[in-house]
């Protein structure tokens, strides 16, 4: 059974960073493409960056440049390094992941699995 579990979510000011991790559990990273998705509220969930080991790594445009999506060696969790952080950016984030790969920004539609999210706060 595959389990995403993130964490790292918070209150910054603007400027600030913030290191979101995503946890994975019966799943083989390395061989499928995870996702971090955004959702702020009244708004629809957006994704935010993905990543496949064959594939890269992609971003939204409104957050190339300030964040990095990486995993680690132990190819058991995934990472969204966040910074210059903005309001803007205030969200549930979500990691999710799905079993095949991708060459693209891909939609919420693609990806099976979904952690419960962690929030991100970002004051002005």
């Known amino acids: 059974q595959v389990q995403l579990v993130e964490s790292g979510g918070g209150s910054v000011q603007a400027g600030g960073s913030l290191r979101l991790s995503c946890a994975a559990s019966?799943?083989?990273?390395?061989?499928?493409?995870m996702a971090w998705f955004r959702q702020a509220p009244g708004k629809e969930r957006e994704v935010v960056a993905n990543?496949?080991?064959?594939?890269?790594?992609y971003y939204a445009d409104s957050v190339k440049g300030r964040f990095t999506i990486s995993q680690d060696n132990t190819k058991t969790t995934v990472y969204l390094q966040m910074n210059s952080l903005k309001p803007e950016d205030t969200a549930m984030y979500y990691c999710?992941?799905?079993?095949?790969?991708?060459?693209?920004?891909?939609?919420?539609?693609?990806?099976?699995?979904w952690g419960q999210g962690t929030q991100v706060t970002v004051s002005s």
């Open positions: 999710a992941a799905t079993n095949g790969g991708c060459y693209a920004l891909m939609s919420a539609g693609y990806f099976d699995y």
């Open positions: 990543i496949y080991g064959p594939g890269g790594t």
């Open positions: 019966g799943y083989t990273i390395s061989w499928n493409c």
